[in-house]
């Protein structure tokens, strides 16, 4: 699959709903914004997943190049210096990296591969890049991994791919220690979930958790677990109205077993068919709303996952009034007009009484502009990102905010 069509399976999860809510919006104070890293271009530019962190501080993440490479793993010092810069053979627009104890990385790239559906491969300490599966595609096996994966205590890798498995609508995969590949779950459409694009969070039992963009009970996304033995269950069905839709990030998980996320639209705001929201569901399956995004100043379109602090306060993106969301209106409902006061994205804090601060706006010039990826946060809190575009070559940027 290539680039231009991925993208344009994007757009169909980037937007939609109604109605507007007062909102809770405090102007960031004493926080600090620096550009560590601007992409050169033509073999490294956009990235577009989650950064990850080392404990000396190195930062690792994923770009595109053009050319045979397509696709490519950087890392960067503390001081945002490019320390290594791999070639991993296929296309990794949306994934984010997992790094073992060792410092081996593994990833997934949504194309190429032997069956042109996608890989998972292992970047090794040396250097060396290792294809660990190739996707084949439905009815056998997933399709277009557009997430990174998880890690288990025996070594096993668990992730999901937007389309494939036995009807075509997206899989949950478990990658053994051995190199078996095994679906675990084949989604079935509505009501049963839909294109899991984001990751996976998993808890001490075993169970998996994580979000399709479409499907459930309303047809606009929706929570799920699936058990050790592979039974799934929805935890939640968005109705695309105050609650949002198109979840289309991981969750995150916090000590007591409640579950976070975002939803690219729904909600209420200025934007048409809702700006998106941040949403908790508790032990007990109770699903709370936290933040409905107004599309002014507090930002619109989170489609990044969160980051959770020791505190409980809650960090993400909004990606801003993209290309990939106004194409989308623009065949799905005429076009429309947006804030053009949060064009270029946001990063925000959302407190633990659901009070959002806007820690960082950006301009669309040298700082950046669509930061599509959530954040990855450091043990002082300092929190690090990517924006697809902008900086100082125009191919997008790596960021650090200290809140």
């Not at 770009?63 to 490479?69: D, E, I, Q």
């Not at 996707?135 to 494939?164: Q, S």
């Not at 929706?222 to 609650?243: C, H, I, N, Q």
């Not at 939803?263 to 809702?274: F, I, Q, S, V, Y």
Request: glycine share 18%; charged share 15%.
């Amino acid at each position: 699959m290539t680039s231009a069509e991925i993208r344009a399976r994007a757009a169909s999860l980037v937007g939609l709903a109604v109605l507007c809510v007062a909102v809770f919006v405090v102007s960031a104070q004493a926080t600090t914004f620096k550009v560590l890293y601007s992409l050169p271009g033509a073999n490294e530019s956009s990235p577009q997943g989650t950064l990850i962190l080392d404990a000396a501080g190195n930062i690792y993440g994923t770009a595109l190049s053009n050319g045979s490479c397509l696709g490519v793993v950087f890392e960067l010092n503390s001081a945002g210096q490019q320390v290594a810069l791999h070639c991993v053979g296929g296309e990794t627009l949306f994934e984010t990296l997992l790094r073992d104890s060792l410092g081996n990385l593994y990833g997934t790239t949504y194309g190429n591969g032997t069956y042109a559906d996608g890989t998972i491969f292992e970047l090794d300490i040396s250097g060396k890049v290792t294809v660990l599966h190739n996707f084949k595609g439905p009815p056998v096996d997933g399709k277009t991994p557009g997430a990174g994966l998880i890690r288990d205590a025996a070594g096993n890798l668990y992730g999901t791919t937007i389309f494939g498995g036995s009807q075509g609508n997206g899989t949950v995969f478990k990658l053994a220690a051995n190199g078996h590949e095994s679906v675990l779950h084949s989604f079935s459409g509505t009501p049963g979930g839909q294109f899991p694009w984001g990751g996976l969070v998993r808890d001490e039992s075993g169970n998996l958790y994580g979000t399709t963009a479409f499907g459930g009970t309303h047809a606009n996304g929706m929570v799920f677990k699936l058990s050790r033995a592979g039974k799934p269950t929805t935890l939640y069905s968005f109705t695309g109205e105050k609650d949002g839709l198109r979840p289309v990030s991981g969750l995150v998980r916090d000590s007591a077993g409640n579950l976070y996320g975002t939803t690219a639209g729904g909600g209420t705001g200025k934007c048409r068919g809702g700006c998106g929201t941040v949403f908790k569901i508790d032990t007990k399956g109770n699903t709370l709303t936290l933040y409905r995004f107004a599309g002014g100043r507090d930002g619109q379109e989170p489609i990044g996952g969160l980051v959770m602090d020791t505190s409980g306060n809650l960090y993400g993106t909004t990606a801003g009034n993209t290309t990939i969301s106004r194409s989308f209106r623009d065949v799905s409902s005429g076009g429309e007009a947006r804030s053009g006061v949060n064009a270029f994205g946001t990063v925000f804090k959302l407190d633990t009484k659901g009070r959002e601060t806007v820690l960082h706006r950006f301009t669309g010039k040298n700082d950046g502009k669509y930061p599509y990826a959530g954040l990855a946060m450091d043990a002082a809190g300092n929190l690090y990102g990517t924006a697809v575009d902008g900086g100082a070559n125009g191919c997008g940027t790596v960021f650090r905010v200290t809140p």
